[in-house]
Nanobody, 128 residues
């Protein structure tokens, strides 16, 4: 199983970036894919996720209305379109896969411990 996140870079505040997570070795129909980020000195936080069968999307409060997650099962990719970027969005972004969870999903998707597979991170830097 391999998840590869790429697309990060340096962008000015107000700009956009599109991250992509390429997934191999698992069937996206059976896995929730989440995006997390971790800024220096901070905990890794859930940014967004997309459920496997329904395609329902979830977003953290800080990115709601600015970020959009999407999935292409044919290409085995999950993208994160990030618009109106702010300096506080600066972090290393990770994608991860989860195939089961416990508890209320509204909280479970944000819990890094519930994800089985992780990709390497991609750095996003937003300058002011």
């Amino acid at each position: 199983v391999q998840l590869q996140a790429f697309g990060g870079g340096l962008v000015q505040a107000g700009g956009s970036l599109r991250l992509s997570c390429e997934v191999s070795g698992i069937d996206l129909d059976n896995y929730v894919i989440g995006w997390f980020r971790q800024a220096p000195g901070k905990e890794r936080e859930g940014v967004s996720c997309i459920r496997n069968r329904s395609g329902t999307t979830y977003y953290g409060d800080s990115v709601k209305g600015r970020f959009t997650i999407s999935r292409d099962n044919a290409k085995n990719t999950v993208d994160l379109q990030m618009n109106s970027l702010k300096p506080e969005d600066t972090a290393v972004y990770y994608c991860a896969a989860m195939n089961w969870f416990f508890g209320n999903f509204d909280y479970a998707w944000r819990d890094r411990a519930q994800y089985k597979y992780w990709g390497q991170g991609t750095q996003v830097t937003v300058s002011s």
